[in-house]
């Protein structure tokens, strides 16, 4: 009989045990609970946050893929102006003079004779103008097509003044006096522009 007290003893504190481990559970139940609420507020304020960070990253990337294409249509533009429509005399007035005569001859107009006039520059311009003229006869539709061709041109070749009068000899024909301007960069600008198209 004398072991039943310890008995009683160690499973009163088993008891008191499950008692305080049970009681610590309620309280961190209602504790949770209490504070799920708050918790979720907190991670919804949180994705909203991260999704507007999100849509800001995308913007910002789309601005850039934006100027990156403006920057490289720029260069493109650079590149074909420097490359292809002007560049310095010596190594463009050949391609200028053959442009000129191959519009000439698909015009089907074959005048007597072209003068060309580079004009004197001030020292320290960046361009040199050429003045090419030139008379013929013919239809007035050819004319037209004469200046289109012109303009469409891959050169640099802009029709600067344009004399008509009718030819009493044929109807219907005239006669046709164009004065043209074309341009080349100056001797010391040329590497300039040809290294900013290389991107040097």
């Known amino acids: 009989m004398s072991g039943r007290p310890g008995v009683w003893a160690r499973r009163a504190a088993w008891l008191v045990a499950a008692a305080v481990l049970l009681a610590a559970n309620a309280g961190f139940f209602f504790w949770y609970r209490g504070t799920a609420r708050e918790r979720r507020e907190a991670l919804e304020s949180r994705r909203a946050a991260l999704e507007k960070d999100v849509e800001a990253k995308e913007a910002e990337a789309k601005k850039l893929a934006g ?28 391609s200028v003079v053959d442009e000129l005569h191959t519009i000439l001859r698909k015009g089907g107009v074959s005048p007597g004779q072209i003068s060309y006039a580079t004009a004197k ?38 029709v600067q003044d344009v004399g008509l009068a ?31 198209v290389a991107g040097r």
């Open 166 to 196: 009718r030819d009493a000899d044929m109807p219907g024909s005239v006669q046709v006096h164009v004065g043209l301007v074309t341009y080349f960069l100056a001797e010391e600008e040329a590497p300039a522009a040809r290294a900013k």
């Open 121 to 158: 520059v001030e020292h320290g311009a960046s361009l040199v103008p050429m003045n090419v003229a030139f008379s013929f006869k013919g239809e007035y539709g050819r004319f037209k097509q004469l200046l289109d061709a012109f303009q469409a041109s891959r050169k640099w070749i802009s």
């Open 67 to 94: 100027d990156r294409k403006r920057l490289s249509e720029v260069r493109a533009a650079l590149d074909e102006f420097y490359g292809h429509r002007i560049g310095g005399q010596r190594e463009t007035l050949a």
